[in-house]
C-alpha cells in the first residue's frame, strides 16, 4: 500500500504545481493580492507531498519490497542500509523523483526565504518553478514511475545495486550534482518574471544573485565529487574523461560562471541587462538538454538505461517548449531594455564582456564537439568520435587566455580604467608570477615542461593579482585590523573562488603532465621500485564482504627503504550479478596519491597490477572546494539582505 | 549521476569483468613507452561505450593493444599506425577527428566563434562609450570624481553622506 500511497502524493503535488503555476500568475497580472498569496503556501504542498513520496520510496527500499519493479531492479536484501537510501536516485526513475524533490526544494527555499520581494515578483517567479515541476511531474507520472509494481508474481529476491554504484561517492554525487542543476532554474525563473514584469532592473539582478551563487556552487561541489568519485571507483586513475555526460555537467557550470559576473555588472552598473537574462535562460536549458541527452539515450557512447523513445520524446518535446518559450518571450521584450551606464574598452565591465565570451565560446565548443558525431552520424555522414585530444587541443588555450584576463580584471575599475593604470598595477604580479612559475617548475621537475609551467605561471599570475587587488583595498585602511576584517564577505567569497580556480589549474597541470604508472606482473615477493617507493607484493588472499567475496593483495610499500605503509588493493566478484570490481589501494596526500589497483589473475599466482604516482592530483577537489566555499560564502553576504528590506521600502 | 550513467553503460557492454584490463609489455625504448601510452589513449575502443583501448578490457581492445605494441616496436611512425588502424575499423577508431571538410564546423567553429566574440567586445564598448571622452578620462584613474557629475549641491552632499555611512559599516 505504501508505494500507491507514494503515487498518490505524487499525484496530488502535481495538482497543486498546476495550480501553482496559473493562480499566482494570473494574480500577478490582474493586481489580485490574494491569488498570488497562494504561491508559498502552494509551493509549501508541493514540497510536501513529494517529501511523503520520497519518504515512501525509500520505505520501500528499506522493507524490501520486491514487488516494485524499480526496488527489484535496484536493491538486494543483502544491500546495507546506507546503499538502499542511496539506491533511490541509482536508476532512472527515483532519479527524476530526486531531481524533483530538489526542484520542490528549492521553490520552498525561495518562497521562504524572499519575503522581502515585491509580491508580484515572488507570484511570477514561484510560478514559473511551478511549470517546471509539473512538467517533470508529468513526465515521471506518465513514463517513468518508480511505484510501478510487479503483479502478480514478483520476485524474492532483488537484482541488486550496480556495484559501482555501491558506494560513498553514489550517496553524495547525484544530490549535490541536482541541487545545482535545478538550482539554476531559479535563476531562470527570476529572468523569467523580470521579463514578464517588464521591470529587469539591477533590482532583479540583485535578488537572483545570492540564488544564483549558491547553485553554482552546489555545482562545481557536485562535479567536483563525481571527477573524485570516478577516479577512485572507475580503476584506472583518471579524473575527467570529457563523456558526454560529464560534458552535460560542464556546459551549465561554464554558462553559470559567466551569468555569475555578468549579474555583478548587471547589478553594480546597470548593464548587460539582456545578455544576463540570456545566459539566465542558456544554462538552465543546459541543464534541460544535459537531462535530456542523458535520458533519452541518443548518446551513443553511452547506452543510458532510458532507451525507450518515448521518454526522449517528451522531454525533447519540453526542451523545445523550454526553449522556444523563453526565447520567444525574450525575443519581444528584450528590446525595450535600456542600459543605465556607459563604459570604455578599457575597463571592469568590457574585461568582464571578455570573460563572459570567453566562456561562452568555451561552452558552445564543448557543445560542439559533444553533439557532433551524433549529428554527423544522423546525417549519415559517417561515425567519428570526439574525444579528449580534441576538447583539450581547444578547451585549454582558451582557458589559459581567460586566466590572463582574470588577473588583469582583479585590479580593474569599473567604467574606465586607463591601460597605463593597469600596466602600473600588474607589472609586478606579472613578473612575479613568471618567475616564480618558472623556479617552481625547474624545481620541481629538474625541467621546464612548457604545460607545467605554463600552468604553474597562471596560477600565480591569478594569486599574485588578485593579492595586488587586496592590497589596494586595503592600504586604506587605518590598521590592518580594519583592513582584514572591512572586505565584505562577498568579496572575500570571490577571493576564495578565484584561489580554486589556481589550485585547480595547478592540479590539472601537473597531474596531466607528471602523472606515471608502472603496469607490473606479480607473483608474491616481488618488488618494484618507482619514484623513492618500493612496493612488494606479499600475496593475495580471500575476503568475504556482506555482499560479495573478494581476492584482497597486500602490498608493503617503503618509502626510500623505510616502511611507509601496508596497502590493501581489491578485486571483488559480486554476488547477486556476478559481477567484477577493482576496488583502487589509494594513499592519498597532498603532493601525490600511490594508486594501486589489482588487475587480472595471471598464471602461476601472478597478479597483473598498476602502480601510479598522480602527483598533485587533490588539488582538483580542493580547487572545486575552494570555489563551492567561495559561492555560499558571497551569498551570504549581509547585503543581499540590506538590500532586499531597501527594495521593499521602495516599492 | 554522471558517473553513475557512464558505469552503468560500460558494465553492460565491457564484459562482466573488472576494468582496468592491461598486459605488461616490454619496450625496446623509453620512446615506444610513451608513444605507446598516448596513442593507446587516443584510440577507442571500437565495441565499448566511449572507452579507450588503455581503460577497455574487451578482447577487441586487448588485441589493439597488441598490434599497437607490435607496430611500436617495428618502428612505424605515429601516421601509419593511425592510418592503419582507420582503415581497419573506420574513423570511429581515432578520438582526434581529421581535418576534412565535414569536420571544418567542429574544428574551426570555436575559432570563429571566437573572433565573433572579439567583434562583440569591440562593438559594445564603442557603444557604450562615455559621451564626453575627455571629462571622464581625466578623471578615471580615480574611482569617486566621476560619481558626483551633474547633480546639485544637495544631491552631492547627501551622496557624501551615504558614501560616509558605507565605510563606517
Known amino acids: 500500500m505504501i508505494p500507491e500511497l507514494g503515487t498518490f502524493s505524487t499525484i496530488l503535488a502535481l495538482c497543486l504545481a498546476v495550480i501553482l503555476s496559473v493562480v499566482p500568475m494570473v494574480g500577478a497580472y490582474t493586481g489580485n493580492k490574494l491569488w498570488v498569496d497562494y504561491a508559498r503556501p502552494l509551493s509549501k504542498g508541493v514540497f510536501f507531498f513529494l517529501s511523503i513520496a520520497m519518504v515512501c520510496l525509500a520505505y520501500a527500499f528499506l522493507t524490501n519490497d520486491f514487488s516494485v519493479v524499480y526496488v527489484a531492479n535496484g536493491s538486494n536484501t543483502a544491500l546495507p542500509w546506507y546503499f538502499k537510501i542511496s539506491a533511490i536516485w541509482g536508476g532512472h526513475e527515483g532519479s527524476l523523483l530526486l531531481w524533483v524533490w530538489i526542484q520542490a526544494v528549492w521553490t520552498l527555499a525561495v518562497a521562504v526565504k524572499s519575503r522581502n520581494l515585491p509580491l508580484d515578483i515572488i507570484g511570477r517567479v514561484l510560478s514559473v518553478m511551478g511549470m517546471i515541476t509539473a512538467a517533470f511531474l508529468l513526465f515521471i507520472l506518465f513514463t517513468s514511475s518508480p511505484f510501478e509494481r510487479f503483479l502478480p508474481g514478483y520476485p524474492m529476491e532483488g537484482a541488486d545495486l550496480n556495484p559501482l554504484l555501491q558506494d560513498f561517492g553514489l550517496i553524495v554525487h547525484p544530490p549535490t550534482l541536482y541541487m545545482g542543476y535545478v538550482g539554476l532554474s531559479v535563476a531562470f525563473s527570476f529572468a523569467i518574471a523580470a521579463l514578464l514584469s517588464g521591470r529587469l532592473d539591477a533590482a532583479w539582478a540583485r535578488w537572483s544573485r545570492p540564488w544564483t551563487n549558491v547553485a553554482w556552487a552546489f555545482l562545481s561541489l557536485g562535479i567536483g565529487l563525481g571527477s573524485w568519485w570516478a577516479y577512485y571507483e572507475l580503476g584506472w586513475g583518471g579524473w575527467w574523461f570529457w563523456d558526454p555526460v560529464e560534458n552535460a555537467s560542464l556546459m551549465p557550470w561554464l554558462v553559470a560562471t559567466a551569468l555569475i559576473h555578468s549579474l555583478a555588472v548587471t547589478e553594480k552598473r546597470g548593464v548587460f541587462k539582456s545578455w544576463t537574462v540570456l545566459l539566465a535562460i542558456s544554462a538552465f536549458c543546459l541543464s534541460l538538454l544535459g537531462t535530456f541527452l542523458v535520458r533519452s539515450g541518443v548518446l551513443t557512447s553511452v547506452h543510458a538505461f532510458a532507451t525507450d523513445p518515448e521518454r526522449g520524446l517528451f522531454i525533447l518535446g519540453m526542451l523545445i517548449f523550454v526553449i522556444g518559450g ?105 613578473v612575479l608570477a613568471i618567475l616564480a612559475g618558472v623556479i617552481s617548475s625547474y624545481a620541481y621537475s629538474g625541467i621546464l615542461e612548457f604545460w607545467v609551467t605554463l600552468g604553474l605561471t597562471l596560477a600565480y599570475w591569478i594569486v599574485f593579482s588578485w593579492m595586488r587587488d587586496y592590497w589596494n583595498r586595503a592600504r ?114 597532498l603532493f601525490r596519491d600511490l594508486y594501486i589497483a589489482m588487475g587480472e589473475e595471471l598464471d602461476n599466482g601472478a597478479w597483473a597490477i598498476r602502480l601510479q604516482y598522480k602527483p ?21 553576504d549581509k547585503r543581499y539582505r540590506r538590500q532586499n528590506n531597501r527594495a521593499v521600502a521602495a516599492a | 549521476m554522471i558517473r553513475a550513467i557512464l558505469m552503468l553503460c560500460m558494465l553492460s557492454v565491457v564484459a562482466l569483468k573488472s576494468h582496468a584490463g592491461f598486459e605488461t609489455y616490454e619496450f625496446s625504448s623509453v620512446e615506444g613507452e610513451r608513444r605507446y601510452a598516448q596513442l593507446a589513449r587516443e584510440l577507442r575502443c571500437p565495441t565499448c561505450q566511449n572507452q579507450n583501448i588503455s581503460d577497455s578490457d574487451a578482447p577487441l581492445a586487448a588485441d589493439l593493444r597488441r598490434e599497437l605494441h607490435r607496430m611500436i616496436e617495428s618502428q612505424q611512425t605515429d601516421d601509419q599506425i593511425l592510418d592503419f588502424m582507420i582503415t581497419r575499423y573506420g574513423d570511429f577508431v581515432h578520438y582526434r577527428p581529421r581535418i576534412a571538410p565535414e569536420t571544418y564546423l567542429l574544428w574551426y567553429g570555436p575559432i570563429v566563434l571566437m573572433l565573433i566574440g572579439l567583434g562583440v567586445v569591440l562593438v559594445v564598448a564603442k557603444k557604450r562609450k562615455p559621451r564626453q571622452p575627455a571629462q571622464s578620462a581625466s578623471s578615471s584613474t580615480k574611482a569617486t570624481p566621476s560619481l558626483s557629475e551633474g547633480l546639485t549641491d544637495d544631491e552631492r552632499k547627501r551622496l557624501q553622506s551615504l558614501l560616509q555611512q558605507d565605510d563606517q559599516k
Not at chain 1, 329 to 334: G, H, P, S
Not at chain 1, 338 to 347: D, G, I, Q
Not at chain 1, 380 to 385: A, C, F, Q, T, Y
Not at chain 1, 403 to 416: D, H, P, Q
Request: proline letters at 4%.
Open chain 1, 326 to 430: 523563453s526565447l520567444l518571450l525574450y525575443a519581444i521584450r528584450a528590446g525595450s531594455v535600456k542600459s543605465e551606464s556607459t563604459f570604455s574598452l578599457s575597463s571592469r565591465e568590457s574585461l568582464l564582456l571578455v570573460n563572459n565570451i570567453l566562456l561562452t565560446v568555451s561552452c558552445a565548443m564543448v557543445l560542439i564537439g559533444t553533439l557532433y558525431p551524433l549529428v554527423m552520424d544522423a546525417l549519415n555522414l559517417g561515425k567519428i568520435s570526439v574525444g579528449p585530444p580534441y576538447f583539450n587541443a581547444l578547451f585549454v588555450p582558451i582557458m589559459s587566455l581567460m586566466i590572463v584576463f582574470m588577473g588583469i580584471a582583479a585590479v580593474s575599475r569599473w567604467k574606465n580604467t586607463e591601460p597605463s593604470y593597469l600596466v602600473k598595477q600588474l607589472w609586478l604580479p606579472a
Open chain 1, 616 to 636: 598533485f592530483v587533490r588539488w582538483l577537489w580542493l580547487g572545486a572546494l575552494l570555489m563551492t566555499a567561495g559561492g555560499i560564502l558571497s551569498a551570504s
Open chain 1, 476 to 589: 586604506n585602511r587605518d590598521s590592518l585590523w580594519a583592513a582584514v576584517t572591512k572586505q565584505s564577505r562577498s568579496y572575500y567569497g570571490m577571493l576564495l573562488a578565484h584561489l580554486g580556480v589556481a589550485v585547480l589549474v595547478v592540479g590539472v597541470a601537473m597531474v596531466s603532465i607528471f602523472v606515471e604508472h608502472r603496469d607490473a606482473r606479480m607473483v608474491a615477493g616481488d618488488q618494484l621500485e618507482f619514484r623513492d617507493y618500493t612496493f612488494i607484493f606479499d600475496g593475495v588472499r580471500k575476503v568475504e564482504g556482506p555482499n560479495y567475496t573478494s581476492d584482497m593483495g597486500r602490498i608493503r610499500v617503503l618509502y626510500k627503504g623505510e616502511p611507509y605503509r601496508i596497502m590493501y588493493p581489491e578485486k571483488r566478484i559480486y554476488t547477486a550479478r556476478g559481477m567484477s570490481m577493482t576496488e583502487v589501494a589509494l594513499d592519498p596526500g
